[in-house]
């Protein structure tokens, strides 16, 4: 029997879970143990439905607007709340690496500081 998403979080509200199972639906397969959420997973049930509709308005917030019936500062309000709860991963370009890289030479930082810039 499948848990609906929507009953699983309104159950849980805002305290953490994990989960212990995961089952694969096609073959039934299951694996135990501590599986913790994805960021997207932990948000709310209705802070999930806001986000996929922002993806599929490719970020209009004039659609999402339209769609929500509210008006652009609450949009805006409602992905900041949202983006707060969110741990962003900090994407690095390989213009970064490069310049760290082009730093250390110039001897403007130091081997130790250029291995924590690159996650070393």
Known sequence: MTQDWYALTRMTGKE???VSRVTLQKTGVSISGDFDLPPLGRLSYEDQVF?????????????MEKIFGVSYPTIKNRLNE???QLKLVEIRTSLDRDEILSQ???GE????E???RLGQ
């Not at 986000?51 to 659609?63: A, P």
């Not at 930082?109 to 130790?112: D, F, L, Q, R, Y």
């Open 16 to 18: 953490p879970f994990i």
């Open 51 to 63: 986000v996929v509709e922002f993806i599929r308005t490719h970020g209009s917030i004039k659609q």
């Open 82 to 84: 949202i983006s707060k």
């Open 104 to 106: 250390l030479e110039r």
């Open 109 to 112: 930082i130091t081997p130790k």
């Open 114 to 116: 250029a291995a924590e």
